[in-house]
């Protein structure tokens, strides 16, 4: 079955730019999301259809894509950013939901 | 405001049925476009993304899982229904509900989720 590939974990300091990859061979043809779950709570979306981010998120959360890889960014990473990060996509036939397989955002 | 209510029992016996019942409010599932997902999160690992229905009825569910996963709504009642058969002691996990917004194509995304519910699989 399809796959979105995450790295398991990516640590900054404050005020630094994070940067959270995903890979999967469909992603050139499908939207992307990201979301951010804190311990204990439900994920939040944070950007959706690629690039797109939802109103009350902060502008230093932004996405892109190229080819077969998505990129979250977070600009000016700030404490309250430590979470852990999905992306989540489609399969190439536009049938079924895909999980990444999560990234641990880490704030030094 | 869109509230999702996930409900259903904490423990299930290895091989029994699980059902699970997400109740919400601030939306109609006969609205063209909207959807309720659902997905689930063992203890400390990934989401995995399990099955959705659409206004339309249309419902799409998880190769790995399909064989045991059965989804329903209730649209006056504002209800969506997930079985899941054959419950194993690796299906733990917290199981949440989620709305899937009108737009743009299928199969979408999840813009609201509800808190979850835990769900422990033990004889």
């Known amino acids: 079955s399809y796959e979105l590939t995450q790295p398991p974990s990516v640590s900054v300091s404050p005020g630094q730019t994070a940067r959270i990859t995903c890979s999967g061979d469909?992603?050139?043809?499908?939207?992307a999301y990201w979301y951010q779950q804190k311990p204990g709570q439900a994920p939040v979306v944070v950007i959706y259809?690629?690039?797109e981010r939802p109103s009350g998120i902060p502008e230093r959360f932004s996405g892109s894509s190229s080819g077969t890889t998505l990129t979250l960014t977070i600009s000016g990473v700030q404490a309250e950013d430590e979470a852990d990060y999905y992306c989540?996509?489609?399969?190439?036939?536009?049938?079924?939901?895909?999980f990444g397989g999560g990234t641990k955002l880490t704030v030094l | 405001q869109i509230t999702l209510k996930e409900s259903g029992p904490t423990l299930v016996k290895p091989t029994q049925t699980l059902t699970l019942t997400c109740t919400f409010s601030?939306?109609?599932?006969?609205?063209?476009?909207?959807?309720v997902g659902w997905i689930r999160q063992p203890p400390g690992k990934a989401l995995e993304w399990l099955a959705l229905?659409?206004?339309?009825?249309?419902?799409r569910y998880s190769p790995s899982l399909k064989s045991r996963l059965t989804i329903t709504k209730d649209t006056s009642k504002n209800q969506v229904v997930l079985t899941m058969t054959n419950m194993d002691p690796v299906d733990t996990a917290t199981y949440y509900c989620?709305?899937?917004?009108?737009?743009?194509?299928?199969?979408?995304?999840?813009?609201?989720w509800g808190r979850g519910t835990l769900v422990t699989v033990s004889s």
């Open positions: 989620a709305h899937r917004p009108g737009d743009g194509g299928k199969p979408g995304y999840f813009d609201l």
């Open positions: 601030g939306f109609s599932l006969s609205t063209s476009g909207v959807g």
């Open positions: 229905i659409y206004w339309d009825d249309d419902k």
């Open positions: 469909a992603l050139p043809k499908q939207y």
């Open positions: 259809k690629d690039s």
């Open positions: 989540q996509s489609a399969d190439s036939s536009v049938t079924y939901v895909v």
